[in-house]
């Protein structure tokens, strides 16, 4: 069975930073691309980046540039350092290969407010 377990979300204040992990077990890590997503209340769940194999990286422009995805294959994580974060970056966050193909984990919630 595919596990993913997020953590490190929390409240924080806007323009404040968090990292984000996701723990993967019950797959070949090595061989899949890693995303992050988020869903945020009453939203459609949405990519937010991507991680290859290799460590190339993608993202959309709403995080470009304050979102950064990483990976370690030694220890089957994908990270998500978050910075200068918004209220609109309020949400559920879940990691999954790219495109969701495995189960989804609880999430971790984010919560930027003031």
């Known amino acids: 069975q595919v596990q993913l377990v997020e953590s490190g979300g929390g409240l924080v204040q806007p323009g404040g930073s968090l990292r984000l992990s996701c723990a993967a077990s019950g797959i070949s890590f090595t061989s899949y691309v890693m995303a992050w997503y988020r869903q945020a209340q009453g939203k459609p769940r949405e990519l937010l980046a991507y991680i290859t194999t290799g460590g190339a990286t993608s993202y959309v422009d709403s995080v470009k540039g304050r979102f950064i995805i990483s990976r370690d294959n030694a220890k089957n994580t994908v990270t998500l350092q978050m910075n200068s974060l918004k209220p609109e970056d309020t949400a559920v966050y879940y990691c999954?290969?790219?495109?969701?193909?495995?189960?989804w984990g609880q999430g971790t919630r984010v919560t930027v407010s003031s």
């Open positions: 999954n290969t790219y495109g969701g193909g495995s189960s």
